[in-house]
């Protein structure tokens, strides 16, 4: 249990935070309003450029991202700012009805969030709300136009507002939390890059016309983790509870679904691929049909690498755990098995 649980850690970069001190929970309402009567980033587009988040709330976020199979879910998170950083210290579901491809908070859930953040002041939890999060299953973290139109209207009346995108089944399979932080720029603003993809990612055919079409509405935000003494007393109950399922559970059968659907979509990539190699046999070398057929082959070799990736973690995986706990794989019978045999004959 507790190797299982160090390694979600290192995988996650999850640091401990003065445990003395435990300062990044520690929340300044006169401090913060200061901040918010300022309002740096009115003044810059790109103010904020960091994300911490807590441990516990990361864990909660995946959590509820990965009940909602291949619907998308959403929720809100708690925290507080600090110069060009926002800490995200809690999340909490919100009771929204999703799809395969859109979710939207409705006035019940409006109401909700107004009543959570009500019993969490009266208790002494005084964090704002600075930021919604919603899953991706199976294609990547990033905005799509719904979102941007989301994110920007958090923006105009709710800010400072981030939006988080987790990806359940890309998390499961990798072995690490897929996870992306974003801010969307305001109307008037022309960005001279576009910034909102930045870094390769391995995007559905379905999904590819989307992914492209807003990104020069939305900028990145680095992300990093934290804990406190408490998260970590708190993350060792929850591995008291699913250690078993952790050590028992193979990626590739619990991701077996998404599996498939990345097999799917990357024979249609190399069809794709074969189809333009075709059409530009006749082309000259270096011209942008040429280019674009290299290109579109070139995603496709990073995507069957990717998918041949996991696909190894997971059988290496689950061989490791079959010779630690079940003596598989070894031809040597165990003492154990050994004296059974020979009590049968």
Same mark, same amino acid.
């Given at each position: 249990?507790?190797?299982?649980?160090?390694?979600?850690?290192?995988?996650?970069?999850?640091?401990?935070?003065?445990?003395?001190?435990?300062?990044?929970?520690?929340?300044?309402?006169?401090?913060?309003?200061?901040?918010?009567?300022?309002?740096?980033?009115?003044?810059?587009? @790109?103010?904020?450029?960091?994300?911490?988040?807590?441990?516990?709330?990361?864990?909660?976020?995946?959590?509820?991202?990965?009940?909602?199979?291949?619907?998308?879910?959403?929720?809100?998170?708690?925290?507080?700012?600090?110069?060009?950083?926002?800490?995200?210290?809690?999340?909490?579901?919100?009771?929204?009805?999703?799809?395969? $491809?859109?979710?939207?908070?409705?006035?019940?859930?409006?109401?909700?969030?107004?009543?959570?953040?009500?019993?969490?002041?009266?208790?002494?939890?005084?964090?704002?709300?600075?930021?919604?999060?919603?899953? @991706?299953?199976?294609?990547?973290?990033?905005?799509?136009?719904?979102?941007?139109? &989301?994110?920007?209207?958090?923006?105009?009346?709710?800010?400072?507002?981030?939006?988080?995108?987790?990806?359940?089944?890309?998390?499961?399979?990798?072995?690490?939390?897929?996870?992306?932080?974003?801010? &969307?720029?305001?109307?008037?603003?022309?960005?001279?890059?576009?910034?909102?993809?930045?870094?390769?990612?391995?995007?559905?055919?379905?999904?590819?016309?989307?992914?492209?079409?807003?990104?020069?509405?939305?900028?990145?935000?680095?992300?990093?983790?934290?804990?406190?003494?408490?998260?970590?007393?708190?993350?060792?109950?929850?591995?008291?509870?699913?250690?078993?399922?952790?050590?028992?559970?193979?990626?590739?059968?619990?991701?077996?679904?998404?599996?498939?659907?990345?097999?799917?979509?990357?024979?249609?990539?190399?069809?794709?691929?074969? &189809?333009?190699?075709?059409?530009?046999?006749?082309?000259? $070398?270096?011209?942008?049909?040429?280019?674009?057929?290299?290109?579109?082959?070139?995603?496709?070799?990073?995507?069957?690498?990717?998918?041949?990736?996991?696909?190894?973690?997971?059988?290496?995986?689950?061989?490791?755990?079959?010779?630690?706990?079940?003596?598989?794989?070894?031809? $040597?019978?165990?003492?154990?098995?050994?004296?059974?045999?020979?009590?049968?004959?």
């Amino acid at each position: 249990m507790e190797t299982a649980y160090k390694t979600w850690e290192l995988e996650n970069n999850v640091k401990l935070v003065d445990p003395q001190r435990d300062a990044l929970y520690t929340y300044d309402a006169a401090e913060q309003k200061e901040i918010n009567d300022k309002k740096p980033w009115k003044q810059d587009p @790109h103010h904020f450029k960091h994300v911490r988040i807590s441990a516990v709330a990361l864990i909660k976020m995946v959590m509820h991202a990965r009940s909602g199979g291949s619907i998308e879910v959403m929720g809100l998170m708690q925290g507080k700012i600090s110069g060009d950083t926002i800490i995200v210290t809690d999340a909490f579901m919100l009771p929204v009805e999703g799809t395969e $491809t859109r979710v939207n908070a409705a006035d019940e859930a409006n109401e909700y969030l107004v009543q959570y953040l009500q019993l969490c002041r009266d208790q002494g939890k005084m964090e704002n709300a600075v930021g919604w999060y919603h899953s @991706h299953p199976g294609y990547g973290c990033w905005l799509s136009g719904i979102d941007v139109t &989301t994110q920007s209207t958090h923006q105009t009346f709710n800010d400072p507002f981030l939006a988080v995108v987790i990806d359940p089944d890309r998390s499961i399979s990798a072995g690490k939390v897929e996870i992306g932080a974003f801010r &969307t720029f305001p109307e008037s603003y022309k960005p001279t890059e576009t910034s909102g993809t930045d870094g390769y990612q391995t995007i559905p055919l379905a999904k590819i016309e989307d992914f492209g079409a807003h990104a020069s509405r939305y900028y990145s935000l680095e992300v990093s983790h934290f804990k406190s003494t408490l998260d970590t007393h708190l993350l060792e109950l929850l591995w008291n509870k699913y250690w078993v399922q952790t050590l028992s559970q193979s990626p590739l059968f619990t991701n077996r679904e998404y599996g498939s659907k990345q097999m799917l979509d990357l024979s249609n990539k190399i069809k794709e691929a074969s &189809t333009m190699v075709g059409r530009s046999g006749r082309q000259p $070398t270096g011209s942008s049909a040429c280019k674009a057929v290299d290109e579109k082959i070139d995603k496709a070799v990073r995507d069957s690498n990717k998918i041949a990736g996991e696909e190894m973690t997971g059988l290496m995986a689950g061989d490791i755990k079959a010779k630690l706990f079940n003596g598989l794989g070894d031809a $040597t019978p165990q003492p154990a098995a050994a004296a059974v045999e020979a009590e049968a004959l």
